[in-house]
Each structure stands twice: as C-alpha cells, then as structure tokens.
C-alpha cells in the first residue's frame, strides 16, 4: 500500500506530550519526533508515543543526530521505530511548513519511507478551548509519489485520527492545570542529565 493510501493514527499520550511542549515554550519555535509502528494490515501507521526534541534552536546536526540515534536505539529494542516528525512554528499565526521540519522529515523517510509531519495548528488548538472539538489540533503532511511534502486535507478519507476520542477533553484538563510544565525535552535532557526525554511521571 502506498504511502497516499495509508492512514495515520496518533495515540493519546503521543498527541498531548507534543501538544504540551507547544504550549510550555510559546515563543519559540518546538520539534519532536513520533514514534509507532505500521498496523498488521499496512493500512494504518500506529503512532503510539512521541519524543520532544529542542525548543532552544532547531539543529540539524549534532544534537539532532545524537538525539535520534538515542531515541532509535530505546524503541528498536521495543519494536518500534520513529515513525514522522512534529513541528510547531515561532509564530502563532504561521501556517506553512518551513524548510527545516520538510528536511528533517526527508531525513526520517529515508528509514522509514512512509514517515508524516505533523505541524501543530494554532487556530485549532485557540478555537479547542471554545469548541471543544474532537478533532486533532496538527495537520498531516506526507510525501508525493515526486517527494514532496503535501498537506493531507482533513476531510481526506479520514486519513489521520486521534485513536482516543476524548484526547481533547484531556488534553484541555491538562492545559488548565498547567501540565504542561513538567514537559521534558532533549535540550532539557543536554542541559541537566537527570531529566528523562522519556517523561515517564508525565501521565500519573
């Protein structure tokens, strides 16, 4: 199956850490990568956890490199693999996705050939707080049969879901209590070794 073909599912706790990392670092902007595995029948990429990576400057090269090589090595040993990349710009009302995130993505694709961005949409995450909607705040970005990144409209056969439908609900209960100060990332990890990149106490 193609890779326009495929859907793309995020898991709950997958889509709140990336969102939380947004929000905890307003005016910069924040990547991270996402990890999961292709569903049993090939239909569905399964994102089951994400990482957060810098919100300091976005490198290409060494922090990042060392950070995937990191990040691999952890889920490989459990099966899984990194799966796309997310993305949220500096500016709040920035809505394309830069040449930084579109190399970064071609960098994982070239391992995982059906690797998405998602890039965070902050019309949707002001208008969650009102709407209460179910649907993600992230749009889906895959690469064309040419290799270029294309923006997935959301009402594209319903190609990207989140797996629980009351992430949103949690995701606002998150945000009005401030969760998304215990976030760590990779540059917290690089500054103070004692922080987990894993965020392991996030959900408890």
Not at 115 to 139: C, F, H, P, R, T
């Amino acid at each position: 199956m193609g890779s326009t073909d495929l859907k793309y599912e995020v898991s709950q706790n997958a889509y709140i850490k990336l969102v939380l990392h947004s929000l905890k670092h307003p005016t910069s902007a924040v990547n991270g990568v996402l990890i999961g595995r292709i569903s049993p029948s090939n239909a569905t990429v399964e994102i089951t956890d994400a990482v957060p990576l810098f919100h300091s400057q976005i490198p290409l090269l060494p922090q990042l490199e060392i950070s995937l090589i990191l990040i691999d090595e952890y889920f490989s040993a459990k099966g899984l693999n990194i799966v796309g990349y997310f993305h949220a710009n500096e500016r709040s009302d920035e809505f394309e996705l830069g040449g930084v995130a579109k190399n970064i993505g071609d960098h994982i694709s070239r391992y995982f050939p059906q690797a998405a961005i998602l890039l965070l949409d902050n019309k949707k995450l002001e208008a969650l707080k009102k709407s209460k909607s179910s649907g993600a705040v992230m749009q889906l970005y895959v690469r064309d049969a040419s290799k270029n990144w294309k923006l997935v409209q959301s009402d594209a056969n319903n190609r990207f879901s989140l797996k629980e439908p009351s992430a949103n609900l949690i995701l606002l209960d998150y945000i009005s209590s401030e969760k998304w100060r215990d976030i760590v990332d990779f540059d917290d990890h690089l500054d103070d070794i004692s922080k987990d990149w894993l965020n392991p106490g996030l959900f408890n």
